[in-house]
């Protein structure tokens, strides 16, 4: 197991305009080519959901950079994992907005991501789910290719 996984939520600090989540991609698929590491963010609500992956020292410290950054708080790690390959390795920041989650069929007892008050930050506080997290990255991955 060479790679690592990371998953955390956060909150806005205020709510993002479409150029400033257009910056925060720009300079994260910059960063994350140069450095090997993949992910997906998704922003909803005033809340950022971002998974990781790469190499060990190269995720944690992109995570430590990202928990000092200003534009968020309340920055909560879901989970933390070893892995053997990627879930996400064609895509150095994949993004989903609301928009993208409303069109998400989720399975049932899981709240409806059109609901135009889900937080991604609050539900995570309440449920911590892995399946949760999996069920997204997967449909997101058949969304945007």
Partial sequence: MDLLELLYVSTAQHI???QELKLILEQSRAYNSQNNVTGM???????????LEGKPEEVINL????SRDPRHEKISKIYERETDS????EWSMGYLSQEDLSKMKMPPGYKDLSDPNFNLHQYFNANENEYF??????NSKQMLQ
Avoid: E, V
């Fill in 16 to 18: 993002m305009l479409d």
């Fill in 41 to 51: 963010l998704i922003y909803s609500n005033g809340a950022f959901m971002q998974l």
């Fill in 63 to 66: 995570y430590n950079k990202i």
């Fill in 86 to 89: 990627r879930r996400l390795g």
């Fill in 133 to 138: 997290c999996d069920y997204i990255i997967k």
